[in-house]
């Protein structure tokens, strides 16, 4: 897939750093899923607590990506350990609602298991993400505290733009003087 690099491509990956970063605060240490600690995290939850699985459809023998739960730019989930599940490709792909926003995890999960027509699948499914998410102890976020994330992470992603937005007049300004 192509990439066409734009401001709002900078002002998304720093939003996603910062999630990062506050999620390795809470977890006390990096969590790196290509390598160390985090990475056999990674392996573990994958492997062991959903047992090779997406944690969706429960189909197994296919290439497992991380999937966030609670997503960085749509829901500012933190990259953390119990914010991740092993995702098959399919089901990788969040719905929109009417009102364009994404469904979270638990009307996707809803979403994926009557499409398959197994909702008698649900409610297990539903437990096993949920007990992952306290037993990797995803922290709660009270209201205030989602909202400085909410916050802190918009007025970061429009510095960004508005700074490379500068800096590009800034440039073409330099340009004309040196031509």
């Not at 092993?86 to 009557?114: A, F, G, I």
């Not at 909702?119 to 102890?137: A, L, N, T, V």
């Not at 970061?156 to 330099?174: A, F």
Request: net charge positive.
């Amino acid at each position: 897939m192509a990439i066409y690099n734009t401001p709002a491509v900078a002002a998304n990956i720093a939003v996603r750093v910062f999630l990062t970063k506050v999620g390795e605060s809470y977890l006390c240490r990096s969590f790196n899923t290509g390598s160390g600690k985090g990475k056999a995290d990674w392996e573990r939850i994958r492997d062991v607590v959903f047992e090779g699985k997406c944690a969706y459809c429960g189909e197994s023998g296919q290439s497992l990506q991380i999937e966030h739960l609670l997503m960085f730019r749509k829901e500012y989930g933190l990259h953390h350990p119990g914010n991740i599940v092993p995702c098959c490709k399919s089901c990788n792909k969040r719905e929109r609602k009417e009102d364009k926003s994404y469904t979270n995890w638990l009307e996707h999960l809803k979403t994926v298991c009557n499409r398959r027509d197994e909702e008698h699948y649900f409610i297990d499914r539903k437990q096993k993400i949920e007990k992952s998410m306290s037993d990797e102890g995803y922290p709660n976020l009270d209201e205030k505290k989602q909202h400085a994330i909410r916050v802190i992470a918009n007025s970061l992603y429009e510095n960004i733009k508005s700074e490379l937005t500068k800096s590009l007049k800034l440039y073409k300004q330099l340009d004309k003087a040196f031509v």
